[in-house]
Nanobody, 123 residues
Framework: QVPLVESGGGLVQAGGSLRLSCAAS????????VAWFRQVPGKEREFAAK????????YYADSVKGRFTISRDNAKNTVYLQMNSLKPEDTAVYYC????????????????WGQGTQVTVSS
């Protein structure tokens, strides 16, 4: 498992932007998939986006497609989530996670997690 550290959350008005970062601490991202999930109290953790570390291939949930962009910086061993046109319903704790199973979008298949970063979008 790879220790992950998220940063970049905060408070933003609807229509604004934020960029989240996810850094692997102490080792490189050797897993196939690095993903962002989000969770609000009382609800299950929801998949948002993922990127295949080796190829850069990306996949998005319909709820964020066209507004969020996931990317990676190999030299910095960091994955980013650029979030544009934010909506109040995007408010959640955002987590990054890594998995050797590229095909999965289920949290149970991701073994490495960060501590989460809060994103709050005001209307």
């Amino acid at each position: 498992q790879v220790p992950l550290v998220e940063s970049g959350g905060g408070l933003v008005q609807a229509g604004g932007s934020l960029r989240l970062s996810c850094a692997a601490s102490g080792r490189t991202f050797s897993d196939n998939a690095v993903a962002w999930f989000r969770q609000v109290p009382g609800k299950e953790r929801e998949f948002a986006a993922k990127i295949r570390w080796t190829t850069g291939f990306t996949y998005y949930a319909d709820s964020v497609k066209g507004r969020f962009t996931i990317s990676r910086d190999n030299a910095k061993n960091t994955v980013y989530l650029q979030m544009n046109s934010l909506k109040p319903e995007d408010t959640a704790v955002y987590y990054c996670a890594a998995s050797s199973n590229w095909s999965s979008r289920h949290p149970n298949d991701f073994g490495s997690w960060g501590q989460g970063t809060q994103v709050t979008v005001s209307s």
